[in-house]
């Protein structure tokens, strides 16, 4: 039979490059020269927690305008830039980080890292650009609005983490997007943007040091001496009983449910005790036995599977389904009886055996491309994980009993106090 | 692209193409058949996607629930799917466990069960499936726009099926189509990664050499009459935007017109993988307030198929003000000859995308099996030569032929607001 050749190679101490500019900025750096192409990814402390309810949508504003115009080039110009060397990148935003990524033949990365420099520092937010893309971001919400899935996401999130900022859609509302200024928008740049919390990471064909040269000469002297520091996040409400609401859409085929509570932040010691857990409720296999109990053996819903979402603050652990309306109910009851099942006897030895396996297995298959590196050494960097961590990994899975599991369902799941979310005909 | 590749043809007439790549410890498996919904006739569509679904319920030796459990506890990732011109499966694993994929592969070619209590609730499961997508106006839109583009020819109907076929096929449907495409004759086998050609392809034929070969499956084939005249329709539903779909017949993948083609889409709509806010339609439509949105594709098909323009529309302006201004557009490519710098620009984004594309073992493999269903493997080898070879004269005639309003269909969205 085949005879393996190539190494596993994990992302470690050895192997990634890093360095703190003087100005704060962390540079982490990996190479890969199976592929001529660079990707590069990070964030920095910008996010949508510094936003009032009124300007809801503003950093999301913000990290849309950032390539609309700079104090040196337009916005057609900077893409025409981009598009002529079949580069691209991009600015997001979300509670906590504004983050950004973009990849490019490795010819091409100082200009990359050029127009990310001066997107960073000088935007000029150009008063047409701004219209436009206003445009486009309202109509993107009224797309939103049509969205079963995004409805009821948005109905769980408000339900679940209500008078916290997780409870708030980042994207706003239609009436905050329309208040916005561009002096609001001036304004977040100049307090939030800056050097100071900022992470990058560069894989791909070029030695970390030269990488983290170009990062330097394009970003190493910029200065923001007020940039204001983040802020730290409020504790969220308990959940005291079972929460419902229906969000109303018409004209639709299919409904879709969230079913969820708080789940474990990414640097909680539950963290992977719970991650294995929900493995074997919602994604093992043809997802999990949620998968098995409402499309395989019922046939309900196409797709069905619960999800872990930890991130710095408290978590989502969640179960969603799309259904014919007429099911919702009926699905309900069977994922509640699949939770109440999972927190009384937890899971068995073979499904967990299964699970750990399946995370060791995968690992290699998530670090294979450049964007998947870059994306494992942020999490690194963000959630403290120890530069070894990969390497650590399989240890750290096997490490994790059907006790540990238990106690972490028990922890975050509580079948009486769930929050259910619907959003259909 | 570097690194050459096996091409072997079992005597079970089975293809099988190798392609060893040692970057990683992994190995993707790709299983194509020639098998799509254009091999559906009315009264049987949605066929082959279901088919696939019943793929994944089980055989003697790998029953529904186990087979699954067996990939996903090797910590493999695997999934399949279906065009309109061919089913593909695959699977994506840690090298030393591909044993496992192909044994289950080998196994499925022919022993698939097709239970009856498992045909019932994949009824149900596929039907939501559908209905998950009507949920969608572009779903909606697309699906009668490819309707009135095909009269004759089976693009014409959506893979998944029409709901009336999924409530009427049967079990024995399902089995005899299951039958009839699943033979080795009708199969390519293609694997890339880290493996010894030598090695794999001896386990390759113990496997699936002993399958035996099946009658050459019937393809449909009506192929569709030109179109004589615009078709321009309009939908309503749920919602408060406008979408414009536009659709022109366009060659298929071996037609040598289909480079220029792909040029033109890269000057219109900007190159596949890649953002779009300098291409020709972008600046025309969305810079100067006509749309929000635009987007250009097409599918590299067996028979000729369509170039898509979607069209996400401002809500300030009529679909129709859009649509016009599109049109001075492609007149201009029609009238003008581009400059060569722009091909030269194609050229080498389309070599970015592939650069991206070798970063990732399963990509590579997807490759070798998805070029064979329509070409050969030097179809995918040669692209960039090809591209850099298209001229400005190719492009503009390209223009003039394929992009006649006369021979084009509109579809147009009109939203009639949240109260449905």
């Known amino acids: 039979m085949a005879i393996p050749r190539a190494k596993p190679s994990l992302p470690g101490p050895k192997d990634i490059y890093q360095v703190v500019l003087s100005n704060g900025i962390t540079v982490l750096a990996r190479s890969n020269f199976n592929s001529p192409s660079v990707s590069m990814g990070g964030y920095l402390p910008a996010g949508a927690i510094f936003e009032s309810d009124q300007k809801l949508g503003l950093a999301d504003f913000v990290a849309s305008s950032l390539m609309r115009g700079t104090q040196t080039r337009s916005f057609d110009a900077i893409y025409n830039e981009l598009e002529s060397v079949g580069a691209s990148m991009g600015f997001d935003s979300g509670v906590h980080n504004t983050s950004f990524g973009g990849r490019s033949l490795v010819e091409d990365l100082p200009l990359l890292l050029k127009l990310l420099s001066e997107s960073l520092q000088t935007p000029t937010f150009p008063k047409d650009e701004i219209e436009r893309l206003r445009a486009q971001l309202l109509t993107g919400l009224s797309i939103r609005a049509q969205g079963t899935s995004e409805m009821a996401d948005m109905a769980f999130d408000q339900m679940l983490f209500d008078g916290h900022p997780y409870a708030r859609p980042s994207d706003g509302f239609p009436e905050t997007i329309q208040s916005i200024t561009r002096k609001d928008m001036r304004e977040f740049h100049r307090l939030f943007f800056g050097p100071r919390g900022l992470v990058i990471a560069i894989v791909g064909a070029i030695h970390p040091r030269k990488a983290v040269a170009e990062v330097e000469r394009v970003l190493g002297g910029w200065q923001v001496p007020g940039q204001v520091e983040a802020q730290v996040l409020p504790p969220h409400r308990l959940i005291k009983k079972t929460l419902k609401r229906h969000h109303t859409i018409a004209g639709k085929s299919q409904s879709d449910l969230v079913i969820g509570m708080v789940g474990p932040a990414r640097k909680d010691p539950e963290y992977m005790s719970a991650s294995l857990g929900n493995s074997v409720l919602g994604q093992f296999g043809m997802m999990g036995r949620i998968g098995d109990a409402v499309r395989e053996k019922s046939g309900l819903a196409y797709y069905a599977y619960s999800s872990l979402n930890s991130g710095l603050g408290p978590g989502t652990w969640e179960v969603n389904a799309g259904v014919n309306p007429a099911n919702l109910k009926n699905v309900i009851d069977l994922i509640g009886k699949e939770l109440r099942r999972f927190v009384k006897h937890g899971v068995t030895k073979q499904e967990l055996t299964d699970s750990q396996a399946n995370y060791i297995g995968r690992l290699p298959l998530s670090l294979e491309s450049n964007r998947g590196v870059v994306s494992a050494v942020l999490n690194i960097h963000r959630y403290d994980l120890g530069m070894d961590y990969y390497q650590r990994y399989e240890g750290i899975v096997r490490g994790t009993t059907r006790a540990d599991v238990l106690e972490a369902a028990r922890k975050y799941i509580d079948p009486d106090r769930l929050v259910i979310a619907t959003a259909g005909p | ?420």
């Not at chain 2, 559908?130 to 004759?152: D, I, K, T, W």
Request: aromatic share 10%.
């Open chain 2, 1 to 420: 692209m570097a690194n050459p590749i096996t091409q072997v043809t079992l005597k079970n007439d089975m293809k099988v193409m190798l392609k060893e790549i040692h970057t990683a410890p992994i190995i993707s498996s790709w299983l194509w058949f020639r098998v799509g919904s254009r091999d559906e006739p009315t009264g049987k569509t949605g066929i082959s996607h279901w088919t696939e679904h019943m793929q994944f319920k089980g055989t003697k030796k790998f029953p529904a629930n186990k087979l699954d459990k067996a990939i996903s506890r090797e910590g493999g990732s695997w999934n399949a799917s279906t065009s309109h011109d061919s089913t593909r499966y695959y699977e994506t694993m840690p090298a030393d466990k591909i044993d496992l994929v192909l044994r289950l592969e080998a196994d499925r070619m022919q022993n698939s069960i097709f239970n009856e209590k498992e045909v019932a609730s994949e009824r149900t499961v596929i039907i939501s499936e559908r209905e998950g997508s009507q949920n969608e106006p572009m779903f909606r839109l697309g699906e009668a726009v490819q309707h009135y583009a095909f009269r004759v020819h089976p693009y014409h109907h959506e893979i998944i099926g029409d709901v009336a076929d999924l409530r009427t096929i049967t079990r024995d449907d399902l089995y005899t189509h299951y039958r009839r495409y699943y033979v080795p004759n009708n199969a390519v086998l293609a694997i890339a990664g880290d493996f010894e050609t030598k090695s794999m392809l001896k386990r390759i034929k113990e496997l699936f050499e002993r399958i035996p070969k099946g009658a050459a499956p019937p393809r449909l084939a009506r192929p569709e009459p030109e179109q004589k005249g615009e078709l321009r329709f309009s939908m309503e539903g749920p919602g408060e935007t406008t979408f414009v779909q536009l659709a022109y017949h366009s060659p298929n993948a071996t037609d040598p017109d289909y480079f220029p083609l792909q040029v033109l889409d890269s000057l219109l709509n900007g190159a596949s993988g890649l953002s779009n806010k300098t291409s020709r339609l972008y600046r025309a439509l969305v810079d100067n307030g006509y749309a929000v949105d635009v987007s250009g594709w097409s599918d590299a098909s067996i028979d000729p198929y369509l170039y898509r323009i979607t069209i996400t529309n401002h809500p300030k302006r009529k679909p129709e003000e859009t649509i016009a201004v599109l049109d001075a557009e492609i007149k201009k490519l029609q009238d003008e000859l581009i400059n060569s710098d722009e091909i030269e620009r194609a050229v080498k984004q389309a070599r970015a995308v592939f650069a991206y594309g070798s970063e990732n073992i399963t990509h590579q493999a997807f490759w070798m099996g998805y070029t064979a269903m329509f070409s050969t493997y030097g179809w995918f080898t040669t692209y960039l030569n090809k591209l850099a070879k298209v001229t400005p004269q190719d492009v503009q005639r390209v223009a003039r032929k394929y992009f006649q309003s006369s021979s084009r269909v509109i579809g147009i969205y009109i939203p009639k607001g949240n109260g449905g």
